[in-house]
């Protein structure tokens, strides 16, 4: 059994599918933006805001900003002025606030805080991730556990919030089945992230990782769909590629290749599905699926991600990829509906409460 552990006053809620939540939030009656989702750009993360803003059914603005020397350098806390520190090459943000905003990045976090505070603390602001600085900044933090971040005012996931639904992908698998149609069966999904802080795919990762899946196709006649990231090295791909050349296999490289991105096509149409280990937020969408997950080694290591790929394995999600395919089931993790659900429940207490102090009533 998953254990979630949730700080502070918030109830706890039953666990729903990605496509049952507990109930869209109702409009607000006046003019004001539903919903921001505020981010650096960077695609792993603003998908985590924008999958918890879809399940509280709202359809965000999305404010991808950039910051200006010196404050990109420093903690949010540290920022006197957090919108004057805003580059003009980013968006902007400016009045009417937002009902809800929902951020994530630690150059996110500044401008959140001070949203909250110009709003008056009308604006419902949730830092999405560990913010680097106090929880008690934001109405609620939400972080996985393997961060490390506590408070009252924090819901610990595992892993990452993700935009995986069985609509989603449905919708994928209807879409994508004519270009995997002539692979073999099992069809494993690999989703190849890139270098980042810890992490490094150099050509030689990458030449043994293409080996690993050939071996893959040999003992198990398996069909290949492999997705690239942005972070991917052209050299690392062009390895991988290389290795692959002779397999039955489909490789997407992004920035590369033409059409539109694959990647929740490969996760619904997959038997199994491996990731590279640099990337939560990839084994947390493949994990969402309840298929067997496999987590690719590379070089480097990041304790935080070791204590997450160690909890996969201790919730039977999932295992090291050796070459070999197993076969295990496991239920899919649904911490965005979860989390969306005890965030409608805070927020619809804070405009209830807020509404009554309006009226000139005792809270």
């Not at 496509?19 to 603003?46: F, I, K, N, Y």
């Not at 069985?166 to 999904?189: C, N, T, Y």
């Not at 071996?215 to 991988?240: I, K, Q, W």
């Not at 590369?256 to 969408?285: C, K, Q």
Request: net charge positive; proline share 7%.
């Amino acid at each position: 059994m998953l254990e979630m552990r949730l700080r502070g006053n918030l109830p706890r809620m039953n666990t729903r599918s990605p496509d049952t939540p507990e109930m869209p939030l109702p409009a607000s009656h006046d003019s004001r933006p539903q919903c921001w989702v505020v981010s650096e750009g960077a695609a792993g993360t603003e998908n985590q805001c924008l999958g918890l803003a879809e399940a509280l059914g709202f359809t965000p603005i999305v404010k991808r900003i950039q910051v200006r020397a010196p404050w990109r350098w420093l903690s949010p806390d540290l920022w006197p002025n957090a919108i004057a520190a805003l580059s003009g090459e980013g968006d902007s943000m400016a009045p009417p606030w937002p009902r809800v905003l929902i951020a994530s990045g630690k150059k996110a976090a500044a401008p959140a805080m001070a949203v909250r505070k110009m709003s008056g603390g009308r604006t419902f602001t949730i830092q999405v991730q560990d913010p680097r600085v106090s929880p008690v900044n934001f109405d609620l933090v939400v972080a996985p556990q393997h961060d490390g971040v506590v408070g009252g005012n924090v819901i610990q996931t595992v892993g990452a919030l993700t935009r995986v639904t069985k609509s989603r992908l449905d919708a994928a698998r209807e879409s994508f089945a004519p270009m995997v149609a002539d692979l073999p069966q099992p069809r494993v999904a690999v989703l190849v992230g890139g270098r980042s802080r810890g992490y490094d795919l150099t050509p030689a990762v990458a030449r043994q990782l293409g080996l690993d899946l050939a071996e893959v196709c040999a003992r198990h006649g398996a069909g290949l769909m492999v997705t690239t990231s942005r972070r991917t090295p052209p050299d690392a791909a062009a390895e991988l590629r290389s290795v692959l050349k002779y397999q039955p296999a489909i490789v997407w490289e992004a920035g590369r290749s033409a059409g539109e991105n694959p990647y929740f096509g490969f996760l619904a149409l997959a038997e199994h599905i491996v990731v590279t280990a640099d990337s939560v937020s990839m084994a947390s969408e493949a994990a969402s699926t309840g298929k067997p997950v496999y987590i690719a080694a590379m070089k480097g290591s990041r304790a935080k991600f070791q204590r997450f790929h160690e909890q996969l394995q201790d919730l039977g999600i999932a295992r090291t990829f050796d070459g070999t395919l197993g076969d295990w089931r496991y239920k899919p993790l649904d911490e965005t509906s979860r989390v969306a659900g005890l965030v409608a429940k805070a927020l619809r207490a804070r405009e209830a409460a807020d509404t009554t102090d309006s009226a000139g009533h005792s809270l």
